[in-house]
């Protein structure tokens, strides 16, 4: 007798396993829908007068985890650091022109070209864990990821070696274009990024 | 503020003019190489939403448009994000013949290259501007946004290649930017600048 109530127990726990574990993978089960895309809109129209001297790509691996999900996917991001000439301050000594060498942009940007984002895996190390991230967290997760790659921009001289040759670009453009003798100064040869 | 700095100085000022001056204003425009002179910022937007059964095409279609309406609850959301774009001159497509200084050396005709316009990136985050998944419908994951991310930027980019008035736009701004300085910069000479572009 006491043998039957255990079985019954069990088959009885096993079916409310299974069906708890189909309602989970039929809520999360992935679901085609239709994608209506807007008209691009021109959110923004500028001149600009710009010096670039670097410009880069680079494959990132995406890794990250937020608790006991985790996320694998890889990025190409892209890239430029430029200079705004129309920034650039200027002084008189004696009879020289002393030009400073503007703050460098360095801006950094997801790649346009196709399959630039890709999500290669989400897991959850728990059974059957949600393995989704919200907008939020993956916006997060690729700040990071931009953050650490700006790092590494000035860590690997790219900074440096930009404004080094804006310095002599800007030194044989401008000697010609004044009177005056010309001299550019660069108060910060390292850039200006403080981590 | 680099160039009024520039033109004071050189209106006071009493330096030589190169000798040959054709090759040394061209050896130092080439110099820049990449000159930016504009920027663009272009918006996309686009909405998630059930597989209409009656809109459904194929079999795969059918399937998810029936799984959609067995399924309570709702699936709807709204994603939009920034693309960039900027003009440049590329100064190193210039030739010794594009700068032609008059005898007197007072004016001059400087051909500068086409306005080239490319796209620089898109914003690496992606803005939720609406989002309601309710009842027994599954959640909108990375992997979706990510494709239909994909899909958002092939589009704008088709967009931007057929409609000229995107590019339009910004070559003209560009290339009113480029006049003002290269007219400025002439001045700072003692030269009166025309300016033409090549096609």
Redesign the interface.
């Known amino acids: 007798m006491k043998l039957l109530s255990i079985l019954r127990w069990t088959v009885l726990l096993a079916l409310t396993a299974t069906v708890i574990f189909l309602?989970i993978r039929?809520?999360?089960?992935?679901?085609?829908?239709?994608?209506?895309?807007?008209?691009?809109?021109?959110?923004?129209?500028?001149?600009?007068?710009?010096?670039?001297?670097v410009e880069f790509i680079e494959d990132v691996p995406i890794k990250a985890h937020i608790g006991t999900r985790h996320?694998f996917?890889r990025?190409t991001?892209?890239?430029?650091i430029?200079f705004d000439?129309?920034?650039?301050?200027?002084r008189?000594k004696g009879?020289t022109?002393i030009?400073t060498l503007p703050p460098e942009t360095v801006?950094?940007?997801?790649?346009?070209l196709?399959?630039?984002?890709?999500?290669i895996d989400?897991w959850n190390e728990k059974l059957l864990g949600?393995?989704?991230?919200t907008?939020?967290e993956?916006?997060d997760i690729?700040?990071k990821?931009?953050d650490n790659f700006r790092r590494k921009i000035y860590a690997k001289g790219y900074v440096r070696q930009a404004r080094a040759d804006a310095a002599a670009?800007l030194s044989?453009?401008?000697s010609?274009?004044?009177?005056?003798p010309v001299e550019i100064s660069d108060p910060a040869p390292g850039g200006y990024f403080k981590p | 503020m680099l160039l009024s700095a520039l033109l004071a100085t050189s209106l006071s000022g009493c330096r030589e003019k190169p000798s040959d001056p054709d090759r040394t204003y061209y050896s130092e425009l080439r110099a820049v190489k990449k000159l930016v002179v504009g920027r663009m910022t272009l918006s996309k937007m686009a909405t998630i939403d059930d597989i209409r059964l009656s809109e459904a095409q194929g079999l795969k279609q059918t399937a998810s448009a029936l799984l959609a309406a067995i399924k309570p609850g709702s699936r709807k959301a709204a994603y939009s994000y920034d693309t960039y774009l900027r003009a440049y001159i590329d100064l190193e497509k210039l030739t010794p013949a594009d700068i032609s200084l008059s005898a007197d050396g007072k004016s001059m005709q400087l051909t500068l290259p086409a306005i080239e316009i490319e796209f620089t990136g898109r914003d690496a985050e992606i803005r939720e501007e609406h989002y309601r998944v309710t009842g027994l419908r599954s959640e909108i994951n990375a992997d979706e946004r990510a494709a239909l991310k994909e899909e958002m930027n092939r589009l704008l980019k088709e967009e931007v290649r057929q409609n000229p008035a995107f590019t339009s736009r910004l070559t003209e701004l560009a290339k009113t930017k480029a006049v003002t300085y290269f007219t400025q910069w002439g001045r700072s000479q003692g030269i009166d600048v025309s300016i033409r572009f090549k096609d």
Do not use: W
Request: charged share 20%; with cysteine.
């Open positions: 309602a039929f809520k999360n089960s992935p679901e085609a829908s239709t994608h209506k895309i807007q008209q691009a809109l021109v959110t923004e129209i500028k001149p600009a007068m710009e010096l670039c001297t996320i996917a990025t991001l892209s890239g430029f430029s000439l129309d920034s650039a301050a200027t008189m009879d022109i030009v801006e950094i940007h997801e790649s346009t196709p399959g630039s984002y890709e999500v989400t949600s393995t989704r991230f907008t939020a993956e916006n690729k700040r990821v931009i670009t044989q453009m401008l010609a274009m004044s009177a005056s």
